[in-house]
């Protein structure tokens, strides 16, 4: 049995020899909080949460009132290497507690870090993708500080030479949002590992200690303080994702914790150059959190300097609670001094040559501002861009349709439109759909050529959605084809007019609204067959003749 002492506990710590568990029993004053970015625990009433579009009116008020918000984002990114950062541990998510440990990622004596190679490989690639300058040397220091699930007591990190530094990141904040092209700097990418974590019981009265995430690689990105509201800072966390998933470096799961976004939040009165009290914000699992985290702290630290309690702003870290929507202090903001860097003894220096630097950035794929920028100039409005561009893999169908010749605006309605609304009813990806791009084209060429109507469509693309073929032989099982001859259409035409009197006085009367009524009556009659076009014109003849 082994004996820790940490600042709570009550029992001893057990350790199994299996390190299957690890538990400590303790009381902590936020022991219904989980730490690191999980979810918060409470036993408060749900509220509703505000809209983005009210927080930003918000925000834009709280301007107004003579107050600028400072905002800046560290984000930690989990790498999707095979084996973890230091050690040939898997990096699996959601294996069995402390299933995926060794002696070197739970710190035992005498056990050495080796780097593993993908990391450096991936951070190389993210610093490209964020315009930054890459260090061709750079070195790892260990950061220490104390906390249950940090097995050695300190964290292998990067500290006065990161891998990368002095970047910027170009982002289009949405239509609804205000719109517009934003660049904001980034200061460095550095390396580092991963912590455990923290599994609170829901009494409080003990944590049990996870270790698999220990060691699993990490980059973290940090912004400069060029953001000014909590929509800026969500869609520059969007577009980190963005960026994560287009380069394959990770998954960027903010529900899994594989994207981790703590923010900075200060304010000043317009006109003042110095910053005002930084206060860190954790705890929030989406965009959409951290915008409305954000707006609550600016919210809450002007109310206090029109109060003249500007000195209770301290710098801290405070948890963001989804269910009451306000922050709450974890603890008090250590300084850099508190971490006691030192060079790493055990790893040598990261050194980089211009050939590997060169190698990577010429296998990188096309980067979302990119493919903004060239969706714009084939004439798409900038929702239709900001939609396409926002998720690589209905980008690359998108962009695989177009390969067939198809009408960049009619593929991006579709893909947007119906594809997207059955996608998400049956909660797939588009890359788990059986439609493939060259049907899709198909399918937009029968329509423009008249052999099947935009109805039709409609019913074959959920076919092709859920069991694949192709649009011509869906046509044929189901006789899809559009009715095109102008006879077989007139004579439905009359036969609505004949079945319809009453309707048809009344259109003689004056309420002409009634003709999309007829339209409707032929179309069901021809079983939606009836060539759009050629209804519309044969029915207005035949009413114009009939007045």
Known sequence: MALTLLRGIRTPTLLRANFSLLCTTQRHPLAHFTTRAESVQTTQPKAVPKSIQQATKEAAEQKIQGFESVIGIETHVQLSTITKAFCSCPNNYGSQPNSTVCPTCMGHPGTLPVLNAKVVECAVKMS????????????????????????????????????????????????EFGGGHRRFGVTRVHMEEDAGKLLHSESGSYSQVDLNRAGVPLLEIVSEPDMRSGIEAAEYGAEIQRLVRYLGVGNGNMDEGSLRCDVNVSVRPI???EFGTKVEIKNMNSFSAISRAIDYEISRQILLYKESQADQIVQETRLWDESSQKTFTMRKKEGLADYRYFPEPDLPEVVLTGE????????????????????????????????????????????????????????????????????????????????????????????????????????????????????????????????????????????????????????????????????????????????????????????????
Request: aromatic share 8%.
């Open 128 to 175: 490209l993708a964020l315009n930054c300058k890459i260090s061709m040397t750079s070195k790892f220091d260990r950061k220490q500080y104390f906390y249950p699930d940090l097995p050695k007591g300190y964290q292998i990190s990067q500290f006065d030479i990161p891998i990368a530094e002095k970047g910027y990141l170009d982002v289009d904040i949405p239509v």
């Open 356 to 547: 590997y630097i060169d190698e990577i950035r010429n296998l990188m794929p096309e980067l979302p501002e990119a493919k903004r920028r060239r969706y714009e100039n084939i004439g798409l409005s900038m929702q239709d861009v900001i939609f396409l561009a926002n998720d690589d893999k209905v980008a690359h169908f998108f962009d695989s349709t177009l390969e067939h010749g198809t009408d960049a605006k009619l593929a991006a309605n579709w893909i947007m439109g119906d594809i997207t609304a059955y996608l998400k009813d049956e909660k797939l990806s588009i890359d788990e759909s059986k439609l493939t791009p060259l049907e899709l084209s198909e399918m937009i060429a029968y329509i423009k050529n008249g052999t099947i109507s935009g109805k039709i469509a409609k019913e074959i693309v959920v076919d092709l959605i859920a069991k694949g073929g192709t649009v011509k032989s869906v046509i044929e099982e189901k006789d899809l084809v559009q009715i095109a001859d102008p006879a077989a259409i007139e004579a439905m035409v009359d036969q609505v007019l004949t079945d319809n009197p009453k309707q048809l006085e009344q259109y003689r009367a004056g309420k002409t609204k009634l003709q999309g009524y007829f339209a409707g009556q032929v179309m069901k009659a021809s079983k939606g067959k009836a060539s759009p076009v050629l209804l519309n014109k044969i029915l207005g003849e035949k009413l114009k003749g009939s007045c």
């Open 271 to 273: 006109g003042q150059s």
